[in-house]
């Protein structure tokens, strides 16, 4: 009987709860067309009404737990009527535009007028996989020229068209060295456009977070192509010879930067901390007509240099960039689940290879309790897989880290249940100083590393695209050997208050002097540089010698009753869904 009042109570409480999430989610930002630039054309006048009551919703943060978009899309307006959804021909000619596409684009152009996030969202995240899955799905969308008509040539449209054209492309087919070229040519243009131009559209988080993340990987993945010489042709060589500035580095680096810059966004989470600015508690939106693309395109793009600049394996500028971000403090960051794994993953490798292993164990744990929790929501969702890729790579980072600073009171039981059943016997031999293993993990779970200059095409031709890779793995490696000793020590102090040298060196069947120098390697390699500047230790085990003795450092360990009603609470949470289900009679 208490139990079954107990459940009751929790019931109403969450029935309540979601009640006020459903009036929030209710509010809408100004939903009036307008043009997306200034100088663009009027609304088209030919299209049917609207109806403008479900103008926003729950964006970016999904409180239902689902991902955010009907399946039933037969009813949606663009399918209506639509008799031509059959797949493409390969070779089909892209200047030929099927009737369900242009219904597509022009529902889209009109939402997008009308900053009607709710439908963009629908559509971007489900219409448009399901016509590039079932027509799409070899060949490439209609070109732009041939849809630019249908949407009163708007030039914004165009280049948003072309980005996800571009992105269909990298993502089914394999892009010609001119597409790669294009591509780049379109988010210069794209960017430009809202650095310099009075953009008056609302766009989706997942959106926007998209851009970024693509621009990313067409630059990670043009870095790859352009290392590859040996498999290039001729013609293929003059012309990356000839255009040797496209997907540069530098160029990368500084529309990223000036996208942070523009936005102000750094000033304005300065001023969220203070109260005068809500930025995340509208996560991101605005709610008075205004625009949303700029300030949010230049928070991800904070992540978005971490991403760059751990690819160029220069991981404490990537931390020093994503600093204005508070992984700690729920963020616009988490409103996207494709961006808060990256920011995650990126900000744990960093700290990984930084030898901050603590920062890197809370970030891993944090997110693959997430994920954890929220993965099932996200089945039908078309980054499914790269979410189920990206948690067999941080709970590969998370075995490391827990071999080389066995802190495993930091990692939560469900999560540490989950590493047991996947690395137990890795992790043990890693703890014994296997070097195969941790070269197994670290290649499983390193990101791409790219060399970003170009080579020079006078010398014999090589392929290099495994350089950057092998030199990270080189140095992973040399620091792993640096430690060998250390797991040994730890070993030994956790078992006395008090030892002699001679003894120790006696147990660990090494000399004296070799054992002195092992002790300080284990005091320099516990001990790092936090982005203050202080020195922060990783140790579990601390010491220090008074002439010939090593005297432990008795570290009294508290208790956290948190975590035991965390997990109690999330087990009735389990239970009362279980319940839900139960049909009584």
Not at 274 to 279: A, L, P, R, Y
Not at 320 to 349: E, R, S
Request: glycine residues 4%; contains cysteine; negative net charge.
């Amino acid at each position: 009987n208490s139990f079954a009042c107990c459940s009751l109570v929790f019931l109403w409480f969450f029935s309540a709860a979601s009640a006020v999430c459903r009036q929030r989610l209710q509010k809408s930002p100004t939903s009036s067309a307008a043009p997306i630039l200034a100088l663009s054309p009027q609304p088209i006048s030919s299209f049917a009404p609207l109806n403008l009551s479900m103008a926003y919703d729950s964006y970016g943060r999904d409180y239902s737990g689902g991902v955010g978009y009907d399946s039933s899309y037969e009813d949606r307006p663009e399918f209506r009527d639509a008799r031509d959804i059959q797949q493409q021909d390969p070779n089909y000619d892209i200047s030929f535009v099927p009737d369900v596409v242009k219904t597509f684009v022009a529902f889209l152009y009109r939402h997008i007028r009308e900053k009607n996030v709710y439908e963009i969202h629908q559509m971007y995240e489900g219409s448009f996989q399901k016509l590039s899955e079932k027509m799409f799905k070899q060949s490439p969308w209609p070109a732009v020229e041939a849809v630019a008509p249908y949407v009163d040539n708007d030039h914004v449209f165009c280049l948003l068209y072309r980005e996800l054209w571009f992105r269909h492309v990298y993502a089914r087919l394999t892009p010609t060295l001119e597409q790669r070229f294009e591509s780049w040519d379109n988010y210069c243009s794209l960017f430009q456009v809202i650095l310099h131009g009075n953009v008056n559209m609302q766009l989706p988080n997942q959106w926007i977070w998209d851009m970024v993340d693509e621009f990313i990987y067409q630059f990670q993945s043009f870095c790859q192509y352009r290392a590859k010489l040996k498999t290039r042709t001729d013609r293929e060589l003059a012309l990356l010879r000839q255009y040797n500035e496209v997907w540069n580095v530098y160029g990368v680096l500084n529309y990223l930067q000036a996208l942070v810059d523009k936005s102000s966004i750094i000033q304005i989470l300065e001023d969220e901390k203070d109260g005068s600015v809500t930025f995340t508690a509208t996560d991101g939106y605005d709610y008075h007509g205004g625009s949303n693309v700029l300030k949010v395109l230049g928070y991800f793009s904070i992540v978005g240099l971490l991403r760059v600049h751990c690819l160029l394996g220069d991981y404490y500028s990537g931390l020093k960039c994503l600093a204005p971000i508070d992984i700690n403090q729920p963020g616009v960051y988490g409103t996207v689940i494709g961006c808060h794994i990256t920011t995650m993953y990126y900000y744990g490798f960093a700290n990984l290879m930084l030898r901050r292993y603590i920062d890197a164990i809370r970030a891993f744990n944090q997110i693959l309790l997430y994920i954890h929790k929220t993965k099932q929501f996200h089945q039908q969702s078309p980054q499914y897989e790269q979410i189920l890729k990206k948690n067999e790579q941080i709970y590969a980072l998370l075995a490391i880290c827990l071999s080389l600073c066995p802190q495993g009171k930091l990692v939560e039981e469900n999560v540490n249940n989950q590493l047991r059943e996947k690395h137990a016997e890795k992790i043990i031999r890693m703890q014994r100083s296997d070097e195969s293993v941790f070269d197994e993990l670290f290649s499983l779970a390193c990101p791409k590393f790219v060399t970003p200059s170009p080579p020079n095409y006078d010398e014999p031709l090589v392929n290099y695209n495994q350089d950057a890779y092998r030199l990270q793995l080189k140095l992973f490696l040399s620091e792993v050997r640096q430690q060998q000793l250390l797991s040994s020590i730890r070993s030994f102090l956790k078992l006395y208050s008090a030892i002699s040298i001679s003894k120790l060196a006696t147990f660990m069947d090494v000399d004296e002097p070799t054992l002195r120098m092992a002790l300080l390697t284990y005091k320099h390699k516990t001990h790092v540089l936090d982005n203050n500047g202080k020195v922060r230790s990783n140790a579990d085990v601390d010491f220090y010698i008074d002439e010939d003795m090593v005297h432990i450092v008795d570290a009294k360990q508290t208790r956290r009753f948190g975590d035991y009603f965390i997990r109690n609470i999330i087990k009735f949470e389990e239970i009362i869904a279980d319940l839900e289900h139960v049909q009584l009679d």
